[in-house]
């Protein structure tokens, strides 16, 4: 049989492409080696997975607005296709969480991620000629991602910064390396079967805090975009480079006596509980009005939730969080812990369907201080909604990232949410329902810049503003 060249090309092709796939199908992402050339994103070497980065810019800048858009949508299938298998191995990987928490949030990024709409030019007209403000991308955006949402973020940060039209490379946390080189892998591997450049996205197969630094001093990575606690961020903004911060919260919730109690005790419930307690914008104490202090205990206990008494909250502290300097923080090994499993570390059996644990302290106790991010939550007496304010604040140390409100009094509200001045307040309703998605309105992200300013990002973001003027011409009207 004689095969003309073009026919043997095609072949190889085709075969290497079915390597390819199997590779990634089989989830093996750690299994394979790494080389300087990379595998579908993943390199050995931070400096050559910054240099495939600018690479793919080079020809990724050649495509329009629309391609971009089709290139995202290969990345929101990329949710939607694994979110099963990426929501088990971010459990396994982790230990933190619940998989139909995070197959949620999968889907919530698949819908909800802000994506090219958001770059809309804007044009000025007038008597001295025609000026348009346009969203130009930054390059390489280098990114840290957090061990808590390690694809949900992931999948985010790419469709934001994609729709942006930069590209993009990741120090995955390492906690969760194996499964963010799959997901980077499985996201280049769709890309490119819609007709995209190879290596949008990269990273480093073994991420370590020398590989963070690298990614922060390259001269390449002209924008950093960091989601972690505070002692990335201070790296990060260490390194005198535009720093896209979304760091650490706290957040309280304030009841006062006007306030619908059944219905907070219901939105608070559902809401910290939501996959193990690890958002951000998860509640993390609760502030109640002296005069209804007692009903609201009997009304988060009828939610299901289960309630510590006396030294049940101190010793379980004792075991779950350490004094760090001068602040409390949560031992790693009891961050996304379900209620039972904080429950068996002091002795008492529950089911696995209990919620939270709840129990009252004092406003300086380690469960108000730290940011606990597991399924216990303190309940702290206030005399009065003023003092509430002004503890709440305190509590939360002026991160400026999320609180919630519950009161009748819209006067009441407006003054919580003049005074904590967050980066997102809800006003009657658990506060993951401020970061839009299915629970709530308008934009949703897993970036919620606080540190920075931009609060939940979307792509203009990750986008430099540019202007164009033409001076007295091209004046049409
Ligand atoms: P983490 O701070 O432990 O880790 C984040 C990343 O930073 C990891 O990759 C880690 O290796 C790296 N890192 C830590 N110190 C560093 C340093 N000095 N130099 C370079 N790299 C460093 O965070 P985590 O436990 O994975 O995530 C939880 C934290 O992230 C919480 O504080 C949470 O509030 C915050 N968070 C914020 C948002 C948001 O949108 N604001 C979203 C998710 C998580």
Not at 323 to 340: C, E, P, Q, T, W
Not at 382 to 398: T, W
Request: glycine share 8%; charged share 20%.
């Amino acid at each position: 049989m004689n095969i003309t060249d073009d026919q043997l090309q095609t072949v190889v092709q085709n075969v290497i492409k079915r390597m390819s796939t199997m590779d990634i199908s089989s989830g093996s992402a750690t299994s394979h080696s790494a080389g300087a050339t990379g595998q579908w994103g993943v390199f050995n070497n931070m400096n050559d997975a910054i240099d495939a980065a600018d690479k793919a810019f080079g020809q990724y800048c050649r495509f329009g607005l629309q391609d971009r858009k089709t290139f995202v949508d290969a990345v929101r299938k990329v949710a939607l296709d694994y979110k099963e298998e990426f929501s088990r191995m971010a459990v396994e990987q982790t230990g933190m969480g619940r998989v139909e928490h995070k197959i949620a949030k999968h889907i919530n990024v698949a819908k909800y991620a802000s994506g090219v709409e958001f770059l809309q030019p804007e044009s000025y007209s007038g008597a001295n000629g025609l000026a348009l403000d346009e969203y130009a991308p930054w390059g390489v955006i280098g990114n840290i991602s957090p061990s808590t949402h390690p694809s949900p973020t992931m999948l985010e940060n790419i469709i934001s910064q994609l729709s942006g039209g930069n590209t993009i490379v990741f120090n995955p946390h390492p906690g969760a390396k194996r499964l963010n080189a799959y997901v980077i892998q499985c996201c280049n591997k769709y890309i490119v079967d819609a007709g995209g450049p190879e290596n949008l996205v990269t990273c480093v197969a073994e991420p370590t805090l020398e590989s963070a630094q690298i990614m922060f001093e390259h001269p390449v990575t002209r924008l950093l975009s960091v989601t972690g606690g505070p002692a990335v961020v201070q790296a990060a903004m260490k390194c005198n480079k535009t720093v896209l911060a979304a760091g650490p919260g706290n957040p309280p919730v304030l009841i006062d006596e006007t306030a619908d109690l059944a219905l907070a005790a219901k939105e608070i419930t559902a809401s910290s509980s939501f996959d193990n307690n690890i958002l951000c914008i998860g509640e993390k104490q609760i502030f109640v009005v002296d005069s209804v202090f007692d009903q609201f205990m009997r009304l988060f206990e009828n939610e299901g939730n289960r309630k510590l008494i006396g030294p049940q909250m101190d010793n379980l502290a004792s075991k779950a969080l350490s004094l760090k300097g001068k602040h409390y923080l949560i031992n790693r090994d009891f961050v996304g812990k379900s209620a039972s499993v904080l429950a068996k570390a002091i002795g008492i059996n529950i089911s696995d369907n209990v919620p939270m644990l709840f129990g009252e302290t004092d406003k300086n106790h380690p469960w108000v201080l730290s940011e606990q991010m597991t399924c216990c939550i303190p309940v702290i007496r206030v005399p009065d909604f003023k003092q509430g304010v002004e503890i709440a604040r305190h509590s939360e140390h002026y991160f400026r990232h999320t609180a919630s409100v519950f009161t009748q009094d819209m006067n009441r509200a407006t003054e919580f949410s003049r005074r904590l001045d967050c980066s997102i307040v809800v006003i009657n309703g658990g506060t993951l329902r401020g970061n839009g998605g299915d629970m709530g309105q308008g934009t949703f992200s897993h970036t919620i810049a606080s540190p920075t300013g931009q609060g939940i990002t979307n792509p203009r973001d990750f986008c430099r503003r540019r202007r164009i003027m033409t001076s007295h011409a091209m004046r049409f009207v």
